[in-house]
């Protein structure tokens, strides 16, 4: 695969001429854990994605990962990928986060979503179709999204996850548009990390204020406000509060630019601890546009430890503002436990005196209405047009029409699934309300009587997908928040839910079409014999002592279709009786039980049997540790050396050699080149790296086709799928048209001969694999050498141009020289001329592509 070596070694001299010219903003100094506050299970949908995907680190390294899926970005860009087509499989009506919303001023029926790892998607025609629009970036972590209130054309997104749950979904700065969605221009702030607000001042687009949460993993002077007078193209650092404070929600008067207000949130990871609450929590104002801030108090809370806050601006009165406060969880909070909300303040004379909003259970607001998590929503929100009537988000969403005498739920429960839970986002045009949950987009045009779905997005994240022999035109899979179920293309939008919570792993008994498994958080295994009308229970004879994985990994032998296997901290066997099924321990402890009275105990992370002999066992752990047993679990031997110690992805053993297994591993490490996967050929006694010119991304899971003697092996990755025909040797992406996302599991359909991924962003998708040639190198591009253009000024201050003959380009591409995509458009005859005097003082990389091949140029902008 030749494009891909000269490519690898491209970016690896890129990063040094890169470093030369990057401003490095961030301390590596660590919060230390005394600064955290514990959380309980509840709080945490997914916490140990978190602590086990960057083990044996306290803290992940940024850089490290994005310098990865920037590498991917550059590497796909530049076609080291094969030919191809994913096609989505669904589901469109199971829906996933979206943070944010925006409507054009100028047209109601042009809505663009942002979702919390799936990119953003526009509509045009009110939510009747939608496209995606920035997928040519390599972060599709999206937090925030704004129109140029004076220019719709003009389209500012923010990217990085503010609400910072489970695995922590960082950006890559702020991105503008000026042809309405069609292009997007890199604008600066990666280093802020979590863009959560951006404002464009009504009398002036030129004037920007944006506020961030930083880094959260390490304490960094890259949070707070930022403030640009040019339209995006320089910033200035206006609010830092300090090194490990964020600015978490953000206002400004919209006649009057020079006033705004922010509200400091103190949110902070590492991977034992997480803290939600401190002394910062307060709310700033500004009315010299953001030169000197003022605290503000007048009867607001004010505690050592507060939670987040949200803040609103009434569009009748702009000197009403309303704040939301998260409590702390402590005693004071309600029975069920957990983060609720505090209360809601106002105040009538721009934020110097605050009166508290009644929100007291006989009230009609519950105080568990935040379901414990009320940090992940943080949201207030009040009718333009009645400062009175103010609505909650949370779990479910809850309205006040009388200023907090009366309240109620503005959705029907959360648990009849016709508005999903957890509201994120709520915004008013004209008469109607468009609602952001964990599920998707709702609209209302009856004063929130009735809530209709608008979008059929497929963003759905899944954890985990099966193969059903019995129906192989079906695809399943179990997702974050959004339980499992299962459908295919034809029924896009009317895939079935089969089970609740946060689905993961589905497997089905191939001798039994009426029964399958199926696995939601924490090891809740349940089984259906009587193909999905009743589920029991399938977890008799488990220790509950032990400490299990969020994602605890089961399957179905492939030998008994009788016998499964399980891993919690030991490795279980279980046995299905036609009536129900037991487990019986097969193995010592396997991991480091420091921890297990906590969240945050290791486990088996993985566990496979080898389909040529049965009594092959393999067992991988978040610790690092790799197990295997040739006696069917009656001894086991720690096979780990050869291994990096890193939290092990997935162990699979050879469906065509019975000794041969293999090993990937999660994590990033700056300048630690590892190899993410590994080969034995001797049960584990001595391992071999084939990770050939794979990018430094983590691997999630491996698959070997049963048919090409281990020759052809599948990796899903931090950035899609790559595969190998020549046993790990070389590698390419597969497929031309996946963005760059994260894929967690595969299966192959032997039926359809495809492959099936599980992306983390983009639904169930499926790859026939007729469109590859897996006896041949399947890259479709050659390396052009350099002197096949020539490319004049190779330092400049306003424009570029490139020569060449006989090369037959298409299409260039201008990036960073750590792999961002800047600018990409169409190529016609022999000559191109670029203008990047926009572009800020750098090194950059101008990739031009043909039919034949791609080469790259490299410039600086003074």
Known sequence: MKLSKIWLSAIAASIIVCGCFEKNVISEEESSVEDFSTLNKKQFPYEQQFIHKNFPYKTPDY???????????????????????????????????????????????????????????????????????????????????????NNPSIIYVGTGDPNISGYPKIGSGIFKSTDGGGSWNYKGLEEASIISRIHVAPSNSDIIYVSTMGLPFIKTTARGVYKSTDGGD????KLMINDSTGVIDMVVHPEDNNILYAAGWNRN???????IVGPDARIHKSIDGGDTWTMLEGGLPIADQMGRIGLTISGQDYDNIYASYVNTGGSDSCSNGGSQLLGIWKTNDAGDNWTEINTLPDTGFPCNALGGFAWYFGQVRVNPNDDNDIFVLGVDMWRTKDGGSNWERAVPSWSTYAVHADKHDLIFDGIRMILATDGGIYESTNDAENWVDIENIVATQFYRIGYNPHRPDWYYGGAQDNGTSGGNAE?????????????????????????????????????????GDSFDSARSGFDNSEGTNWDTPYFVSKHDPKVLYAGRQSVYKGFNDGEEV????????????TGNESFFAHTISTVHQSPLIEEYLYAGTTDGLVWSSIDAGQTWDNVSEGIPYRYVSDIVAS????????????????????????????????????????????????????????NVIFVATDGGIYFTVDAGESWDRLGDNMPIIEVYDMVYNPVNNELVAGTFARGIQTFDLEQVNLDNNPSTLDYIPEFAISLYPTVTTNQITAKWSDCGFEKYFISSTNGRLIEKGQVVGDMLTLDVSYLSPGS????????DGAVSKQFVKM
């Open 655 to 710: 469906p065509s050699k019975p000794n041969s297994a293999y090993v990937s591993v999660t994590g990033y490490k700056s300048n630690d080149f590892v190899a993410h996967i590994h080969r034995t050929d001797d049960n584990g006694q001595t391992w071999i790296p084939i990770s050939g010119d794979l990018p430094q991304i983590a691997i999630n899971d491996i698959l070997l086709h049963p048919e090409y003697d281990d």
């Open 234 to 237: 320089s910033w200035q650092h």
């Open 491 to 531: 029924i896009i939008n009317e895939w079935p839910r089969l089970s609740g919570g946060d689905g993961f792993t589905i497997d089905f008994d191939p001798s039994d079409s009426m029964i399958y498994y199926v696995l939601s958080q924490n090891g809740n295994l349940r089984v259906t014999f009587d193909g």
């Open 844 to 851: 950059y990389v101008l990739t031009l592509e043909s039919n």
């Open 269 to 275: 990871r590492s991977d034992s601890l997480s803290r």
């Open 63 to 149: 850089r490290a990962y994005k310098l990865a899926k920037e590498d991917v970005s550059n590497r796909t860009n530049a076609g080291a990928r094969s030919d191809g087509k994913w096609k989505v499989e669904g589901p469109g009506n199971i829906g996933a986060r979206v943070n944010t919303i925006a409507v054009n001023p100028n047209n109601s029926d042009e809505i663009i979503a942002g979702f919390a790892s799936g990119g953003v998607f526009r509509t045009v025609d009110n939510g009747t179709t939608w496209q995606p629009v920035f997928d040519d970036q390599a972060d599709l972590n999206i937090g925030e999204i704004t129109y140029d209130p």
């Open 582 to 593: 037991k487990w019986s321990k097969i193995s010592d402890i396997l991991t480091d039980t």
